[in-house]
């Protein structure tokens, strides 16, 4: 059974780099499916921020593109999001998930989320 | 404003079989296939629908279809806890990103 966690600060200051890991387990992030992070601000819909592919390979939201990274680590078993100079508009419920490398890259799995809130 | 159009609000009762849309172009639902996710209660989404293939422990009363640029979700038969919020996702190769509708919340009476 795949299981993905996040986990990282739940408070960040304006300005700061806003910083999440995601634990996966009964899968390895080498084999062939993409590793994805997903956000929704609060009241608002799901907003793609950007994925990594088994291989390494990093795709991003346009929109978001200057300030995200997305990194991976096989041997710990765990992906990344780093979001630099983060303001109140990030605020937002923090998803990552897995992508099936197939047509349209549904997801399968997704993880619990976790709340990062912007404040000073 | 949202790459992919869903409707804001669908109700129906219970038993009965109810429609989402998710209208897309031809550069992300005409070419690729669309997954669809619930939510219920701002808890974390669940995977209903992955292009025509059910995810495992998906009642087979959900189904999913496609025409053009348009898809569908078809819920037959539909139960109290179906009641929650529905998003449609694809890639679209003009944005070069994955996008999301904008979510449909789905009332049972």
């Known amino acids: 059974q795949v299981q993905l966690q996040e986990s990282g600060p739940g408070l960040v200051k304006p300005s700061e780099t806003l910083s999440l890991t995601c634990a996966v387990s009964g899968y390895s992030i080498s084999s062939d499916y993409y590793w994805g992070w997903i956000r929704q601000p609060p009241g608002k819909g799901l907003d793609w921020i950007g994925s990594i592919s088994q291989s390494g390979d990093t795709y991003y939201n346009p929109s978001l593109k200057s300030r995200v990274a997305i990194s991976g680590d096989t041997s710990k078993k765990q992906f990344s999001l780093k979001l630099t100079s983060v303001t109140a508009a990030d605020t937002a419920v923090y998803y990552c998930?897995?992508?099936?490398?197939?047509?349209?890259?549904?997801?399968?799995?997704w993880g619990q989320g976790t709340l990062v809130t912007v404040s000073p | 404003q949202s790459a992919l159009t869903q409707e804001a609000s669908v109700s129906g009762t219970v038993g009965q079989k109810v429609t989402l849309s998710c209208i897309g172009n031809?550069?992300?639902?005409?070419?690729?296939?669309v997954g669809w996710y619930q939510q219920i209660s701002h808890g974390a989404p669940k995977t209903v629908m992955f292009g025509n293939s059910l995810p495992s422990g998906i009642p087979d009363r959900f189904s999913g279809s496609k025409s053009g640029a348009t898809a569908s979700l078809t819920i037959s038969g539909l139960q109290p806890e179906d009641e929650a919020d529905y998003y449609c996702s694809t890639w679209d190769y003009s944005l070069s990103a994955w996008v999301f509708g904008g979510g449909t919340k789905l009332t049972v009476l």
């Open positions: 031809s550069n992300n639902i005409g070419r690729d296939a």
């Open positions: 998930a897995r992508h099936l490398s197939s047509s349209g890259y549904p997801i399968d799995y």
